[in-house]
């Protein structure tokens, strides 16, 4: 993709941060993940308008917004602090050259759009960086650039609409994020062998190794496959994350790995399962900024071949491991302690699965199922498709609402090897259409 960029330039807030907020605390969540960038493009279809006047209209907003989001425009100071000093973040214009947005979503690469992320410009201490593209053909792509240390998904998506709200509307429309994570989740000693040091990735990471695509569950087969997932036809119908992360489950598990003889090899697969904070635990709320997830990793054994009749087991253990959660001493007494419990875990299992040689499979499963990006309206209109770059990791599905609401992308990072296995699948692709056009996401 021939992109040209235009011009690089900082964004500081409209008004600078009152003095008693010029030091924002990490919570314990926090301080043990890495910096590391959450990226998410938005697209935005063919329209009538001025680049340059939209380009003053998203400065302006941006800067508005950096009132709200101060924490966003500072730096990482230690392992404890943000320094809110008004630093800014960057903002690049890009012009993309003899490439339509349909030819860039028709089918969707985002592992060959890297010049559409504002990578190159954004490695450092920046907590968020901006790339707003133009196409020849009139649409736009916004690049939203956060990092992993002072946001979540979730954090992003409401960065994205107070943004988004303040362009079209004004402040006085805006929600009102939260930054008040450590206040229920205080800060401790950091522990070095849980600060996920090595998993840190360099966002201009060459991703000639692996491939990221995007399947497409439809209403109708998520159906079948809550029906599938379920033990007893009266019982009730499992969630679409639970169906559809059992499902692919399967898949991985009976993937396997490749021998030298060409014959796959049964393998142990562990799933590491999200669970979202907010709405569990007391002091929590939807806009609350910070990293309010957390994931476990969850064993089953399996082996080929693919067999969905164990799609209720595999729910249930889903199932067994998110109630834990909810009542265990992380939500009953907002224990950070079971934060490090939790992280020592994963860690675990991600060494051993490191170590093993492909006997192991760890796969990272996030869902963003619920999460309104497609609200994101700048003043021309809701996106006409959102999607993520997963990184650099291997092995990792993210979920990801469609614009109907009732369909799933599932956007999932392999190996070139693993995923050429993976998607000749029949059992695959009974349930799971590559996406070949994500412009018709009606």
Known sequence: MDVEIVSVEVIKPSQPTPTKLKTHQFSIIDQHIPHAYLPVPFFYVSLLHDPSQTLTLLKSSLSEALILFYP??????????????????????????????????????????SRLFPTEQTVGQELLGVQVSFFECGGIAIVVYLSHKIADARGLCTFALGWASI??????????????????????????SLSFGELTEDPSTDHDKSVIKVFRFEASKIAELKAKAKANANDKDPSRMMAVTAFLWSIFAAMGRRG???????????????????????????????????????????????????????????????????????????????????????LECYNKASASEGELGLYDVTSWLRFPFYEADFGWGKPAWVGVRNGSFNNVVTYFDTKSGDEIDAFITMSKEDMAQFESMPELLEFATPLHNALDSS
Not at 83 to 106: E, Y
Request: hydrophobic share 35%; charged share 25%; aromatic share 4%.
């Open 260 to 346: 030298h003889n060409g014959n796959n090899h049964p393998r142990q697969c562990i799933l590491s399962v999200p669970v979202n904070l907010r709405g569990r635990v007391p002091g929590l709320h939807e806009h609350t900024m910070g990293n309010a997830v957390v994931s476990t990793p969850l064993t089953v054994p399996m082996a080929p071949p693919i067999d969905l009749t164990e799609m209720p087991q595999l729910v249930k253990a889903i199932q067994d491991l998110v109630r834990r959660v909810d009542e265990g001493a992380l939500v009953k007494r907002r224990d950070g302690g079971e934060v490090l419990k939790m992280m020592e875990a994963y």
């Open 167 to 192: 362009t079209k509307c004004g402040s006085a429309s805006v929600l009102r994020p939260r930054f008040d994570l450590a206040s229920v989740f205080p800060p401790i000693e950091v522990i070095p």
């Open 72 to 113: 966003l425009a500072g730096r990482i100071k230690d392992e404890y602090h943000i320094d809110c000093s008004d630093n800014g973040v960057k903002f690049v214009h890009a012009r993309v050259r003899r490439h339509s947005l349909s030819q860039a979503l028709c089918p969707p690469r985002l592992d060959q759009m």
